[in-house]
């Protein structure tokens, strides 16, 4: 299965970084560290995000 980033995920869901953050519940430097660092996202703000961004946790690479 092919899995996108982070970044990618928030792009084609539409979102700009200020946007998505506060769906998510985090600040934007949070979110922007995730985005460099996707392996630190604890599951459950991976789950968050995959509800956010409207795609299955499983399609979103979190540095596993």
């Not at 998505?20 to 392996?39: F, H, R, S, Y």
């Not at 961004?53 to 690479?61: A, G, V």
């Amino acid at each position: 299965m092919i899995k996108i980033s982070l970044k990618a995920a928030r792009v084609n869901a539409g979102l700009g970084i200020l946007e998505a953050a506060p769906k998510i519940g985090v600040g934007k430097d949070t979110l922007i560290k995730w985005e460099k660092n996707p392996e630190i996202v604890s599951p459950i703000f991976q789950k968050k995000i995959s509800e956010t961004y409207k795609l299955p946790i499983d399609m979103i690479f979190f540095g596993i």
